[in-house]
């Protein structure tokens, strides 16, 4: 507890100042803020009693709560002890908050695709599966979040779902009335259909309701204040792909393909959907491209060469606009590792062969979002480079 030499009862004022360093681990926000602090009573003992409203009843985050009140009150000067009580919003209560996170706009909304939005939206496409897709959206996630940028995934991969478990999120998402508070980790906010599925069921869904999954990923879930968002596509160029372009018709690009032609020819006809839905392609990202020999210095061509200068000329012949290899990604156990265990190799060990890599790439698509958010609201068209 804090000492008080005065030996004086602690204000409430001082209190509440102390709750106000609190955020809902959640929302990311005071929960002074939030309207979660149903009273304050102080004894004249010092002790402290504070009771705090849950958004529902069984909130996975209640004890995580608890604790961190508990910490704060016991900061503040002349308290002896601090007894926390857990109370569950009303219905009205919930509404009035999911209308101050809306900041009051209206449900169903997607923000990323209003205009005026300074969110980078990258969507991460392949030809084909197993090129390390996820691999590289989860790493290039977790990436730009150690490097100070607020950050969000959607696994947009809805039938082969796997962003969760290599981004270590282990967390359900909570529902506020109609809006969905998703889990975070590795720094990283993200939602997946494998969160509301149970064990390893499949998902066995046509095209309106692939639709209908991607629309409330984008418009039901809190994301917050997001410098970028990047939504793992399917491979190909499927419904989810076509939902993408209507629903964020700015979101730019990122293709993924290994060293071999076989794999890049799929990738540029991938990127290819860029003419028809006129979005950008930011760019394109040689995956196992090379191994490094660990008994010598030798990069052994697994996959063979130049798969990712391909489909970036290709693309650049196609659009008419220059696309660019932002990087290429050695083969690396520890990038699979750290896939399996949700410890992604750009955190992780971020100066192997392959974190280093990874954290270039996302250097680069980082800046892009700082040079952005550094123009004034209102001049700088969002997707300007």
């Known amino acids: ?63 995580t709560i608890t604790t ?13 002890s601090v007894r926390v009580a857990l109370d569950v919003m009303s219905d009205e209560q919930r509404r009035e908050l999911a209308s101050s996170l809306r ?46 940028l607020k950050v969000g995934v959607v696994d947009a991969d809805i039938y082969g779902h796997s962003v969760p478990r290599m981004l270590g999120a282990e967390g359900r998402p909570t529902q506020v009335e109609n809006m969905i508070m998703p889990p975070s980790a590795n720094g990283v906010k993200v939602i997946s259909i494998g969160m509301f599925t149970p064990g390893n069921a499949p998902v066995v869904w046509r095209g ?20 970028v968002l990047l ?40 990127g290819s959907i860029a003419v028809q839905t006129h979005q950008k392609i930011v760019g394109v990202v040689e995956n196992m491209a090379g191994m490094p020999c660990p008994h010598c210095d030798e990069i052994v061509d697994v996959f063979g060469t130049g798969g990712g200068e391909r489909v970036a000329e290709g693309l650049t012949r196609t659009t008419g606009a ?13 990038l699979r590792e750290g896939g399996d265990d949700g410890r992604p190799v750009a955190v992780s060990h971020p100066d192997s062969p392959a974190g280093a ?17 550094g123009m004034s609201l209102g001049i700088t068209p969002r997707n300007k480079f």
């Open 1 to 63: 507890m804090a000492t008080d030499p005065a030996g004086s009862t602690p204000t409430e004022d001082a209190v509440r100042a102390a709750l106000a360093t609190v955020n809902d681990p959640e929302i990311h926000q005071p929960i002074t803020d939030l309207g979660m602090v149903k009273s304050v009573d102080i004894g004249a003992d010092g002790s402290v009693d504070v009771t705090v409203y849950l958004t529902v009843s069984g909130c996975p985050m209640r004890d």
């Open 68 to 80: 961190n009140v508990t910490a704060a009150v016991e900061r503040v000067p002349g308290v002896t």
């Open 103 to 148: 900041g009051g706009q209206a449900e169903r909304e997607i923000p990323f695709a209003q205009p005026g939005s300074l969110t980078r939206v990258y969507a991460v496409a392949s030809g084909k599966g197993g090129v390390g897709k996820s691999s590289v959206t989860v790493n290039l996630a977790a990436a730009m979040a150690a490097d100070g």
């Open 208 to 227: 309106p309701m692939l639709h209908r999954a991607l629309q409330q990923f984008l418009a039901d879930v809190y994301w917050g204040d997001l410098d």
């Open 231 to 270: 939504l793992d596509l399917p491979p190909g160029t499927g419904d989810i792909a076509i939902s993408v372009a209507q629903l964020v018709p700015n979101a730019e690009i990122l293709v993924v393909t290994t060293p071999q032609q076989a794999a890049a020819e799929v990738a540029e006809r991938a």
């Open 322 to 334: 220059t696309v660019p290899v932002l990087g290429q990604i050695p083969i690396d156990v520890r």
């Open 357 to 373: 890599a990874l954290r270039a790439i996302a250097g680069k698509l980082g800046g892009r979002q700082r040079g952005l958010a």
